[in-house]
């Protein structure tokens, strides 16, 4: 029945049938604003992130963010959309207090002079922790709620790694994140997410009937819950399905987030819609999936030491033979500028020749030799700092001595990039720490990583680009504020018991409670 309501709504479109909610959108849109402050925090590293780490969106420059939001589109066209404030950073450490509340600051302001709405998009990461604040996005949206008020009708959008509170749950209204690690769906579930939204308020439904929410005392890293493998891949494949079924407006499984030691940090499923019987039903199926999986997940790839991925990848004729350096991945909160690994690849005499294995090295943050690089330029010798600047608890900042082979100016994250050529590794040095995810961060830099032996990145499991490069592939076991073993961590505020730090504990209640309505 859903799909053909559906099918019925997208045929109305293109042939300009004039339904009840045709007429309704013409004569009134709705008025729905957008915020959101996305960061994925990792409290186990000593970064911290200030507010500059955002890039924050003001206004219409918001719509760039969303291919669905141009001009031309029938979501632009639903909606009376009034943007105010959107800050996206790559995962760091834990947010200031000064930062957070700055963005805030400005968020209320916005949707105070802008009022009143009858909707709120909410895009967020969900794994965002600030000092002094124990659940950072749950005392967002309740600060948001306030200026708003509790009639209006707010869609969250988040990413599976996310953490739901109760706070969190209350307040959203709708509530969806992605279904794909890597993450190929996002802009595919934000647009859900507004989707949903506009759905509910062009109906005159309103606000869902039910909520249910049911925690799950899981805690996986993300290398262990890949949706490219199993069990994975299964899990996450009933979630259309629950979704479909007539009564539930939509259902989610977030895994959570390992790497901060908050009371919220767990996996969640929560489901919603206007039938209260298949809206538990569906979140209980997929809270007692997962729980009855719990065991199966594993690394999406081989892990090993570094000295045992080396030889691996030393031994292999396979171009490119990537290494994750896993521990230190600035994409998971860590810092991003541990030098363990380089200094381990720096001692190996097979790099120590200029004519050794080409290796690529991605990367570490070294403002000092960035500064000298660009007095001396390409072509010429350089020595300078690099690393362990925010984050030296596993080895101290490298001197780094080469022939700088590029330099390029202008990268939204990194600001200023330098290869340096030590022996037969290409070390990328930035001014400020980036993730190297795509093929053309290389090619802009005149590397070649396709036909290198190895290339070596700070990241967890592969983003598609990286994927599809690779001809063999393992995940070192590396130190870092984002260390795989969890059991390394020492976690204090956490829920306990919790699978797999508690790996023989009890069959827990995963009964679906019913959440009620924000204005209740």
Request: aromatic share 8%.
């Amino acid at each position: 029945m859903k799909k053909f309501i559906a099918l019925f709504s997208v045929l109305s479109f293109l042939f300009g049938c004039n339904s009840p909610a045709d007429k309704k959108t013409k004569d009134k849109l709705p008025r729905v604003a957008i915020a959101g402050i996305g960061i994925e925090s990792s409290t186990f590293s000593p970064a911290t992130t200030d507010e500059a780490a955002f890039h924050a969106r003001i206004g219409d420059s918001i719509f760039g963010r969303y291919h669905f939001f141009a001009d031309t589109t029938s979501i632009r066209q639903r909606a009376e959309w009034i943007p105010t404030v959107l800050g996206k950073s790559i995962p760091g450490g834990i947010v200031t207090r000064e930062a957070y509340e700055s963005l805030v600051e400005k968020t209320l302001k916005m949707l105070e002079a802008n009022a009143p709405y009858d909707g709120l998009f909410f895009d967020i990461h969900g794994a965002m922790s600030v000092q002094g604040i124990p659940d950072a996005e749950g005392d967002l949206i309740k600060r948001i709620r306030e200026v708003v008020g509790p009639e209006v009708m707010i869609s969250t959008s988040m990413d599976l790694h996310g953490n739901v509170s109760y706070d969190l749950a209350k307040h959203s209204d709708l509530i969806t994140c992605y279904r794909m690690a890597p993450h190929e769906d996002a802009l595919e579930s934000k647009q859900r997410a507004i989707t949903n939204l506009l759905d509910r308020l062009e109906s005159g439904k309103g606000k869902p009937a039910y909520k249910a929410y049911v925690p799950v005392p899981i805690l996986l890293p993300g290398e262990k819950t890949s949706t490219r493998i199993e069990p994975g891949k299964s899990l996450y494949a009933k979630v259309p399905d629950v979704a479909d079924e007539d009564g539930v407006i939509d259902a989610a499984i977030w895994i959570g987030y390992a790497w901060a030691d908050e009371l919220r940090n767990h996996a969640v499923v929560m489901t919603y819609g206007d039938d209260e019987e298949a809206v538990k039903k569906g979140a209980e199926y997929l809270a007692n999936s997962f729980w009855e999986v719990r065991n199966q997940f594993e690394f999406v790839a081989p892990t090993a030491t570094l000295d045992e991925s080396l030889a691996k990848a030393l031994s292999s004729n396979k171009k490119p033979f990537m290494i994750s350096d896993m521990g230190d991945n600035p994409t998971a909160g860590g810092a991003g500028d541990v030098t363990w690994t380089l200094n381990e690849l720096l001692k190996r005499p097979e790099f120590k020749k200029e004519n050794g294995p080409s290796t690529i090295y991605a990367s570490l943050p070294g403002p000092d030799l960035i500064e000298k690089a660009l007095v001396v330029g390409v072509g010429k010798r350089v020595k300078g700092m690099v690393g362990a600047q925010v984050d030296d608890r596993f080895a101290p900042p490298i001197e780094l001595e080469g022939t700088i082979t590029a330099i390029k100016e202008g990268d939204r994250d990194a600001e200023v990039e330098v290869v340096v050529k030590v022996g037969s590794i290409h070390v990328i040095v930035t001014k400020k720490r980036k993730p190297y995810h795509h093929k053309k961060d290389f090619t802009d830099l005149q590397l070649d990583p396709e036909n290198s032996d190895i290339v070596v990145v700070k990241i967890g499991y592969l983003v598609p680009e990286l994927y599809d490069m690779r001809s063999d592939w393992i995940m070192a076991l590396t130190p870092g504020g984002v260390d795989q073993d969890l059991e390394r961590l020492g976690y204090q505020n956490i829920k306990r018991p919790m699978f797999p730090l508690d790996a023989d504990m009890e069959t827990p209640n995963l009964k679906a409670q019913l959440i009620p309505l924000a204005n209740q």
